[in-house]
């Protein structure tokens, strides 16, 4: 391995010093100009090995030119404002960016080498969009005004009689700890998804659940079903967005949104979940399965599971009412998707499969203040992006961009 970076470093020596009428002709010509700021062949080549690697939708090599026009306008516009990563900064942002894929940045840095794709090319990519993140809050965060009647406003949509019902497709791609960088890689490329189409694609192909066969396609349902923890980020989505990946137990969770709607009868905030759950030992078997279908079929309610569990151990039936912020993520997730008295069994639990019931959804008094103040964060950060998308619009419509 010495031997051939001796040599790769040999031929790079050798291509450097080559005449410039050769170069003109290389990977370090100017393939595009960017108010006379050069962006080279080899810089498009390396952007797009390393979009190939992320498995970014689309043509790499057109995905590349335009990322790099605008990071070439965005650099332009940090210079102006003096603006600069410090070195300490851009570690630390090149290390969380690693982390989404479950790995350290040693160890992603060796990944992506693996495929041809050089340290400053990760650098670069990370240095300019977390730059930029940083320019915009300051240029345009102590101009950002929030009223509270547009907290009101976003929190009616959240609760409350003026609720809200949501149009999702979903998907779940198992990941146990020696598949967890894959899955993570797999659902990044996923969330940059805008087509219905093609996330229902790779719902069928990769998601474990039941609705894979409908492409992941879910009912309406409300938006006090999900999470708390996910009310911003769902309604934060346009139709055909998908969220970026949620972390699970043994899993990623992505969410795309078809359509939005009013709902005046939704139910306000739910202040506690009563769920029920039965262990049926061997999960993933046929019989385990067929168990669960035989118990759904003589269940009506919660209640009816006390008969099959008599004369069973204790532990194999829990029930509980817990406020929503409690349950496991995974938990909540199922529990969302399920109505009164509905049950599903797409859990699984120390090699048990769990047939999950949902007794009740009791509903919660008005938000607090902690609630308030999530919204107001949640409707800065949109407004900011608005202005970064308009102001980016901006430079690329005065620069002088060839060919």
């Known amino acids: 391995m010495r031997a051939l970076n001796f040599v790769g470093a040999a031929a790079l020596a050798v291509a450097l010093a080559a005449p410039s009428g050769a170069m003109a002709q290389g990977l370090f010509a100017p393939a595009v100009t960017v108010n006379g700021s050069a962006v080279t062949n080899y810089e498009l080549d390396q952007r797009a090995k390393l979009l190939a690697a992320f498995n970014t939708p689309g043509d790499p090599a057109e995905l590349a030119r335009e990322q790099l026009v605008e990071e070439k306008l965005k650099l332009q516009a940090l210079d102006r404002a003096g603006m600069q990563l410090t070195d300490e900064g851009l570690t630390t942002a090149m290390e969380e960016f690693a982390q989404r894929a479950n790995l350290s940045l040693d160890a992603f840095l060796a990944q992506l080498a693996s495929q041809g794709i050089a340290r400053e090319t990760l650098r670069d990519f990370v240095k300019v969009n977390a730059s930029?993140?940083?320019?915009?809050?300051?240029?345009?965060?102590?101009?950002?005004?929030?009223?509270?009647?547009?907290?009101?406003?976003?929190?009616?949509?959240?609760?409350?009689?003026?609720?809200?019902?949501?149009?999702?497709?979903?998907?779940?791609?198992?990941?146990?700890?020696?598949?967890?960088?894959?899955?993570?890689?797999?659902?990044?490329?996923?969330?940059?998804?805008?087509?219905?189409?093609?996330?229902?694609?790779?719902?069928?192909?990769?998601?474990?659940?039941?609705?894979?066969?409908?492409?992941?396609?879910?009912?309406?349902?409300?938006?006090?079903?999900?999470?708390?923890?996910?009310?911003?980020?769902?309604?934060?989505?346009?139709p055909g967005e998908v969220t970026p990946p949620i972390p699970i137990r043994n899993g990623v969770a992505l969410f795309q949104l078809r359509d939005i709607r009013e709902a005046p009868q939704a139910p306000a905030e739910i202040a506690e979940i009563d769920y029920a759950q039965f262990a049926i030992p061997g999960a993933g078997t046929a019989q385990a399965l067929a168990e669960a279908a035989r118990i759904d079929a003589v269940t009506d309610t919660c209640d009816d599971l006390y008969g099959v569990a008599r004369g069973l151990p204790e532990e194999r039936l829990v029930r509980r009412s817990v406020p929503p912020s409690a349950l496991p993520r995974d938990l909540g997730l199922e529990l969302a998707r399920l109505d009164r008295d509905e049950a599903s069994w797409n859990l699984t639990s120390d090699g048990a499969l769990l047939f999950t019931m949902l007794c009740a959804r009791t509903p919660a008094a008005a938000t607090d203040e902690a609630a308030r103040s999530a919204m107001r964060n949640q409707i800065v950060s949109r407004k900011l992006t608005a202005r970064a998308d308009i102001l980016l619009a901006e430079l690329r419509a005065q620069a002088r961009i060839a060919p």
């Not at 009101?152 to 979903?170: T, W």
């Not at 899955?183 to 192909?205: H, P």
Request: no cysteine; proline share 6%; charged share 25%.
């Open 132 to 238: 930029w993140r940083d320019y915009i809050r300051r240029r345009y965060g102590q101009t950002i005004e929030v009223s509270e009647t547009e907290i009101d406003a976003g929190l009616a949509q959240q609760s409350g009689p003026d609720g809200v019902e949501l149009l999702l497709n979903e998907i779940i791609i198992a990941a146990p700890p020696p598949r967890a960088a894959a899955a993570m890689a797999r659902a990044e490329t996923i969330s940059k998804l805008r087509s219905t189409a093609a996330f229902e694609a790779q719902a069928r192909e990769v998601s474990a659940l039941p609705t894979r066969d409908q492409g992941g396609r879910l009912d309406w349902a409300a938006l006090s079903n999900y999470p708390a923890g996910l009310h911003g980020l769902l309604l934060s989505l346009e």
